[in-house]
């Protein structure tokens, strides 16, 4: 039986929403949320266009086996922070059962879609799962998330998928270090920042379906009630950091109903949705290093756009 607790309602989910298109935005999590652009994540992944989780998967495919040895003996929890459908997930505790070590798994994510997905192929390959829907952006839930475990002596807190760069790189990399003991570790991994290649993996027909998916969901077309624009920029609080950022602008004015609650758009109107980070390698590591991390292990993709690190609490 899928077990999955609950910091994050769907009621809140929904009033959030309604909010947050209001104030002409998009956060993250709504990009998981309607069944459509679910859907359309998955497809995204299953196609092999998005290369980023072709990258993340493949870099853990290589390295898991030596990924794993590097933790310590005893009993493991396996906290994945935006786990998605968890397929990188289960190559880390698959190879944590051939390691001879049975990991107690705990994904975490906004979307009870995807959770109910990561939760079922887990218990499918009979591991021990209980899901948590949370919002990563809300502090409190971030908290409640990584709240040690008294029955496990170590914890592998992972955000693959370059996760990390939905949120603010400069501040969850220190939240995540003050609730980690010493023989805690963190897998994180993230997109190496090109000037030519990264804005063609998001500005491309099927990754534009995807992030068109929310919009999709509550009526809207492109291009009659507006068009979807992608660009890419520097983020001037630290040098080697990047967004690729992504916002809608109405064509004419909308009007929206969505549970009988309206919402009036006027033509022009500038929605701005959720960014993706992207680093210098060099920079990446210093994420964790100014937070009070150290790098024990890092592991690049083939074509080194992709850096997946392995870190614990500098000593």
Not at 98 to 120: F, K, N
Not at 184 to 194: A, Q, T
Not at 209 to 237: C, M, N, W, Y
């Amino acid at each position: 039986m899928i077990r999955i607790d609950v910091l994050l309602s769907e009621d809140h989910m929904a009033q959030s929403f309604m909010a947050s298109l209001a104030r002409g935005e998009l956060d993250e999590k709504f990009f998981y949320w309607f069944p459509l652009s679910v859907r359309a994540w998955l497809n995204l992944c299953s196609e092999g266009a998005y290369r980023n989780f072709v990258r993340s998967h493949s870099v853990l495919q290589t390295y898991a086996s030596d990924l794993v040895k590097r933790l310590p003996t005893g009993p493991v929890e396996v906290i994945s922070l935006g786990a998605g459908q968890g397929d990188k997930d289960l190559l880390i505790l698959d190879q944590l059962r051939r390691q001879g070590r049975e990991p107690h798994y705990r994904p975490v994510d906004a979307s009870q879609t995807l959770l109910e997905i990561a939760c079922q192929r887990a218990l499918e390959q009979n591991f021990d799962c209980r899901g948590l829907k949370a919002d990563l952006n809300d502090k409190a839930h971030v908290v409640k998330v990584l709240q040690p475990n008294p029955n496990t002596s170590s914890r592998l807190i992972m955000m693959l998928g370059n996760t990390l760069g939905a949120f603010d790189p400069l501040g969850l990399p220190h939240q995540l270090a003050a609730m980690m003991r010493p023989q805690d570790f963190l897998l994180l991994d993230g997109e190496l920042y090109s000037p030519t290649e990264t804005i063609t993996g998001y500005d491309n027909p099927i990754n534009r379906k995807f992030a068109f998916g929310p919009l999709q969901s509550i009526g809207l077309t492109e291009p009659r009630d507006g068009v979807l624009h992608f660009s890419s920029d520097r983020d001037e609080r630290r040098p080697g950091l990047y967004r690729i950022r992504k916002h809608f602008l109405t064509a004419r004015d909308l009007n929206i109903v969505l549970a009988g609650e309206p919402l009036h758009l006027e033509a022009g109107a500038y929605i701005e949705m959720n960014w993706s980070y992207k680093y210098d390698r060099e920079t990446m590591v210093d994420l964790l290093t100014l937070a009070g991390m150290q790098p024990v292990a890092q592991y690049l993709s083939t074509d080194e756009r992709f850096l997946a690190i392995l870190a614990s609490i500098a000593r």
